[in-house]
């Protein structure tokens, strides 16, 4: 196999040099923000994928509920926080994540006076469940 010449190298170069920013993006790929391993999930045949955005005004909550599944929780904006009965209450901040756990009563807050909250929810569940179940 014979050296490229020099025209070769040369004409290689140019090209690199003008489409730079086009030959040298990579694809892209995600960047992971939440993995765990979790009981509850449904075990029948099919299950119902749910992808939901919730937005909260200063100040707003959620009902006092549960959930039959695990929920994952993406904040885009603001910060949640989420009281679980017999637990410390969790903040999650824009940018990172939260499965709540299926089974437990909840309640969720948008505790600043003045910045919007806004979330992405992912619920896995088997057909036709209900998203929440109220507790009274």
């Not at 993006?25 to 009981?39: D, F, G, N, Y």
């Not at 099919?46 to 959930?67: D, L």
Request: hydrophobic share 40%.
């Amino acid at each position: 196999m014979r050296p490229p010449s020099l025209t070769t190298v040369l004409a290689a170069a140019t090209f690199a040099l003008l489409a730079g920013p086009i030959a040298a993006q990579q694809p892209a790929r995600p960047s992971p923000v939440l993995s765990e391993t979790l009981p509850g999930m449904p075990r029948t045949e099919q299950q119902q994928i749910s992808v939901m955005t919730a937005e909260f005004h200063p100040g707003q909550e959620t009902v006092f509920h549960t959930h039959r599944f695990p929920v994952t929780v993406y904040v885009m904006e603001g910060a949640f926080t989420l009281e679980l009965q017999g637990r410390e209450p969790i903040v999650v901040r824009a940018g990172q994540s939260m499965v709540e756990p299926p089974g437990v009563r909840m309640m969720g807050y948008n505790r600043s006076a003045t910045e919007r909250l806004r979330l992405v929810i992912f619920y896995v569940s088997e057909p036709g469940m209900p998203f929440l179940d109220l507790i009274h």
